[in-house]
């Protein structure tokens, strides 16, 4: 039996130009932090900018809150939501068979990617204002080919995978109860079992992967992610560790 976990606000809209948005809209006037859940997004975004796609049926929702900590704290949530992810999907699908975390915040289905996370947040001298864990999850469709960048992970539905079928309101329930159980670890005990569960489900660890920055790639093997988020990589030159890239297998 899923219970939604207590001090959370749970809203679940019709249509919203993008639940990131509506986040920083309503932030200020928030008593705790809130799921909240788009049945349509008109303007979703991914990371950088891009646009995400969001057909109806699979889940576009966003998580505002306040964390205590600065912006670096606040960033580790990301390794929250993915771990909340995984259980959440594992949980509908009655096992974790296929099921590996991408870094930095996607979550992978038969080596496709099913879900995707994206943090925004707000802060002043001292601390974060607010921060949004944008989530969105292909439970019923997935992308077609020509919406994925050359070399990308291909994108899956968790329909069309393995032919379950959940609704978002369920599914948000269930990935609000993890959150909740992954958070309050968190906060009770730092990143450092965050990070070792994350680890235990990491897709392509020990692995040479290739990690694409702005101006430059740089290609090793995965050897481990370090106590502040980052991807490390052993090069022909030694360790090197990246605080954001895009990834590919």
């Not at 990371?47 to 600065?70: C, F, K, Q, Y």
């Not at 909340?84 to 996607?106: C, Q, S």
């Not at 481990?224 to 991807?231: E, I, P, S, Y």
Request: charged share 20%.
């Amino acid at each position: 039996m899923t219970v939604w976990p207590e001090g959370y606000g749970r809203r679940v809209l019709e249509e919203v130009d993008s639940t990131l948005s509506e986040a920083a809209r309503i932030a200020p006037d928030l008593a705790g932090p809130e799921w909240i859940m788009a049945r349509r997004q008109s303007a979703a975004r991914g990371r950088r900018g891009r646009a995400w796609i969001a057909p109806e049926g699979n889940l576009s929702a966003t998580l505002v809150m306040r964390p205590e900590g600065g912006l670096a704290s606040a960033a580790l949530r990301s390794f929250v939501a993915a771990l909340a992810l995984h259980d959440a999907v594992a949980d509908v699908l009655g096992h974790g068979e296929g099921l590996a975390l991408k870094w930095p915040n996607d979550v992978l289905l038969n080596g496709g990617k099913l879900a995707g996370i994206l943090l925004e947040s707000s802060g002043a001298a001292g601390g974060i204002t607010h921060l949004a864990i944008g989530i969105g999850v292909n439970l019923a469709e997935a992308p077609g080919p020509e919406a994925v960048e050359p070399h990308a992970v291909r994108p899956v539905s968790l329909a069309g995978e393995c032919g379950v079928r959940i609704s978002p309101e369920a599914f948000l329930n269930l990935l609000a109860m993890h959150f909740d159980r992954h958070e309050r670890q968190f906060c009770a005990l730092g990143f450092e079992p965050v990070r070792l569960a994350w680890l235990a489900r990491a897709a392509r660890l020990g692995e040479v992967i290739t990690a694409r920055l702005p101006k430059s790639e740089i290609t090793g093997r995965f050897q481990t992610v370090d106590f502040a988020g980052n991807l490390v990589l052993e090069t022909a030159q030694g360790p090197v560790t990246i605080p954001a890239a895009e990834i590919y297998f």
